[in-house]
RNA sequence: CGGAGUAUAGCGCAGCCUGGUAGCGCACCUGCUUCGGGAGCAGGGGGUCGAGUGUUCGAAUCACUCUACUCCGACCA
């Protein structure tokens, strides 16, 4: 891409409506434009980087045996009436009317719809198990909107649904989950840590939140430091195998926020230099509830011994507009984002320092064209204008490699390379530049790990 | 939903107290000079001062009402 031909409205002063850091700088840099409150347009550059959240997310679940759909957003009230939820949902539910008057909903979640399919069309415990996911946009009429995306009243949300004929079975497939969720956020560069989580009126210990932690995060949190350590499943976990002992593994340490837990409890139940109390954003969440929707709306399948039995269930959401503003409070310095390259809007941006040299523009646009050839996501400053803002906005926009070329570098046939996240930097050849950078370049992107 | 604030150019702000031609920095446009960390000079464009009502000869400024947004708390992917 072009940045003469991008789209790319970055701000030099801080919005005065943006408390946190995240907030800040996806205004600064350009990513999203509040519309009203809690609501937000992603404008070329915060969209791009919420699409390779959304793609890791599709892979991984994907990996796990989940099958993705799409569900409205707009739904009928009769089927929350069904599960008793219309009712109960409270003031958060955004309440329509088509012009017959009848009622509708922007839908907050989508247990109810995805019962529906379900039972219309699975009849038999053989078509088991079955997990449904869908990436769509929701609502959530929040009292409080605030923090930019990471808490909008409109957002994205990942949410899959599990169902399993036998509670056994469902644990199993809550254990793919949990396994997809480790590796779906070490992918986008974080630590995903599973913390008990509070399961309602069901009960059990079958509810788990990952939380990022950021100084910033919304809730207190507590853990065994020696979880930050713990191995990711690897790409070839198989996810038809017995995933119990990687789940026992992450889950025998101790974390918890302190909605499930006191600062005495952890205390006394983590050793004293391994305890970390810290704080989380809660970026995902896992479920189970068993018949709670499949009671009342009548999803059954018909088992091996020819009795109906209604189906066990579990939900599974990640907040893929919370993910992007969680990976920057978790990767920022003061000159702006730090992205991982694995959801970098572009993974190296080639700067001309002087554009209108033949010398410049020709090595800087040799250089690109190569590495756009390599399948690098590149991004080409070809803007005319003062060095220092070039390189501002790059620091800014937190694009992993810089290659900076100008008429210094050039009269010894060099460019200069420079690590975003590390301030180090390189003298490179002309041709050594694309091959170094794909070098560094294609191992962070973790999709073959 | 309780409490507290804010609203003047795209962004950040001054002006308001003490009513009288709407300003500054950045950004934007034109020209020239520049060109390795947010360049310099010169010229220029852009405003229903959040909305409404009132007071007044005259309202960004005073009064009242409303709206939007932000922060703290309770609630949440």
């Known amino acids: 891409m072009r940045l003469s031909r991008y789209f790319l409205p970055t701000l030099r002063e801080t919005p005065k409506e943006a408390e946190i850091v995240s907030h800040q700088l996806m205004l600064r840099a350009g990513m999203i434009k509040q519309q009203a409150a809690g609501s937000y347009s992603w404008l070329p550059l915060g969209f ?235 970026v995902g969440h896992i479920f189970f509830f068993g018949t709670k929707y499949s009671k009342p709306m009548g999803a059954k399948v018909t088992g091996p011994d020819g009795k109906d039995v209604e189906v066990q269930m579990g939900s599974y959401g990640i907040g893929p507009t919370r993910l992007v503003p969680a990976i920057i409070e978790a990767s920022h310095d003061e000159n702006g984002i730090i992205w991982p390259v694995s959801v970098a809007p572009f993974e190296a941006v080639v700067i001309n320092l002087k554009v209108g040299d033949a010398t410049s523009d020709k090595a800087a646009e040799g250089i690109y064209d190569d590495l756009v050839r390599e399948g690098i996501d590149a991004l080409y400053d070809d803007r005319d204008m003062a060095a220092g803002g070039k390189f501002a906005n790059a620091d800014l926009i937190g694009i992993p490699y810089h290659l900076i070329v100008g008429p210094r570098g050039l009269k010894d046939g060099t460019v200069e390379l420079k690590h975003r996240k590390t301030g180090e930097r390189e003298t490179l050849s002309i041709e050594a530049a694309v091959g170094r950078l794909k070098a560094l370049i294609v191992p962070q992107r973790r999709d073959t790990v």
């Not at 923090?147 to 990942?158: A, H, I, P, V, Y």
């Not at 008990?196 to 788990?208: K, V």
């Not at 976990?237 to 026992?248: A, E, Q, S, V, Y």
């Open 48 to 282: 791009k980087v919420l699409n390779k959240v959304v793609r890791i997310i599709e892979e991984e679940q994907n990996r796990s045996g989940a099958v993705q759909l799409l569900m409205p957003t707009v739904q009928s009230a009769d089927l929350w009436r069904e599960s008793g939820r219309y009712d109960a949902y409270g003031k958060e539910m955004l309440r329509l009317q088509d012009r017959h008057e009848r009622d509708m909903l922007f839908g907050p979640t989508n247990e109810e719809m995805i019962t529906d399919i379900f039972r219309t069309y699975v009849r038999s415990y053989k078509d088991l198990p079955l997990n449904l996911y869908h990436i769509q946009w929701k609502f959530r009429d929040e009292v409080r909107p605030r923090f930019g995306t990471m808490r909008s009243r409109e957002f994205l949300m990942k949410d899959a649904y599990s169902f399993d004929l036998d509670e056994a079975s469902a644990v199993k497939a809550f254990q793919r989950m949990f396994v997809a969720y480790l590796r779906t956020f070490y992918r986008m560069g974080l630590t995903g840590i599973p913390m008990r989580a509070d399961t309602g009126p069901i009960g059990g210990d079958l509810s788990y939140e990952f939380h990022v932690l950021a100084e910033t995060g919304e809730s207190a949190v507590f853990l065994d430091s020696d979880l930050l350590d713990k191995p990711i499943p690897s790409i070839d976990t198989d996810f038809r195998g017995d995933l119990d002992p990687i789940f026992k593994d992450w889950t025998s340490l101790f974390a918890a926020t302190d909605e499930m837990t006191d600062e005495a409890t952890f205390r006394a139940s983590v050793s004293g230099n391994k305890q970390l109390a810290a704080r989380g954003i809660e």
